[in-house]
């Protein structure tokens, strides 16, 4: 089965999951006020921010390496990790809550809790979503992805009427996942059950198999924090109303993005017999043939509909409390659609094993990110305006990795 095909079977699920997700962003804001949901989106990108401390990316590792056998072991040991570092992280938020912010035990306990909670859903979805990939289960993938957006939008509906908004949100989201994750279990081969384990993890090459680790994680970490960063600095600066308003925004603009990416990317990890067969050099290179050479008109696409959606669509249905300024629509959705086309040439630099050109440039985008942040901090300005400028500085610094990187392939 070629890539076009794969893509194609994973698109439709990935539609009908993003168009849940589009009605979602509609309704949610006519039935929870933006603090709300700017407590709700606070938690969420905490913890999307300390996720990939909990796979460390070792779930496309399991996806892509040769042997059946080492895909098993990985898959067993980041497992196990996600849930060690879930702990860890409860522990960590619930001191530093207490210790630096203004919040009460109790209301440090419930953040930290739910942040821990949301971190071991969201990696245990991942990880079987890369499980069935691996096995070539893409119905199954396709369809877990609109059980999840499904649920999660109908309990986020039939919850609202419950007092706490913010509570409500994030239990729709925890049961969404929980679903999916179900939908998505491969059930234990009692065969293999006993052969990992602590005891005898000792006769496997799992440090060899982790080497790659710490070339493809960085990157990762970076990407997590230049996401998270405006909505938990707009958060503490400007309160929940305004990181649920710019969360919105965010939001709605990555609902095409994560539909053409999904189903690009699901696509290539899938095809795990092409890369035992060609290795991952020769697999990106079939990539591009492909489907990289509609990038390009992908991504105008992307922008349109981004600009569409959310800056003419969703402001129809919000109503005063809700201010979505067009200006911000337009740099966020530039930004967006244009970070399509970074991760699929860091996935190409990483092929060829350039590892140091997107972990450099990750590191100088979220340096400028965090510079901007801090200069903030003592300067007054409005939120929207923050944002414009932090999503601009973004826009910019993935054209000028683009550009490099492109400069970079052609002259070696």
Known sequence: MNLQKRAQIIGVGTIVAQLISAVGLILIPKLYSPSEFGLYIIVLTTATFIQPFATLRI???STVVKKQEDSNLLFWFVKRLTAVVSGLAFIFILVFSVTFTARGANASV????????????QSFTIIFIQERLRSGDLKRVALSGVLQNGTTLIFQVILSGVRHGGLTLFLGYVLGRIVSIFS??????????SKYSIRNIKEYNLGTLLRPVGKIFPAGIFDAVNLAMPILFIGVMFGTGGAGIIGL????LLVPVTLVGSMTFSAIYSQSEVVQELG???????YRTELGQQMFRVNILLFGLSIFFAGVVLPKFLDNSWSVDFRLAVV???AFSLQLQTYSTIGILNALEKFNIPRNFAVIKSSAGILLCFVFTFIKIEAAEFAIIFYSINLLSNLGFLLFAQFKLKRD
């Not at 419930?110 to 859903?121: N, R, T, Y």
């Not at 998505?184 to 059950?193: A, G, T």
């Not at 925004?249 to 709605?252: I, P």
């Open 249 to 252: 925004l965010q939001s709605a």
């Open 59 to 61: 779930e496309i590792l």
């Open 280 to 286: 991952f050099i020769k697999m990106y290179e079939r």
């Open 184 to 193: 998505l279990q491969v059930p234990p081969d009692l065969r293999r059950k």
């Open 110 to 121: 419930g953040f930290s809790l739910a942040v821990s909670i949301i971190i071991l859903v």
């Open 332 to 334: 966020m959705s530039a």
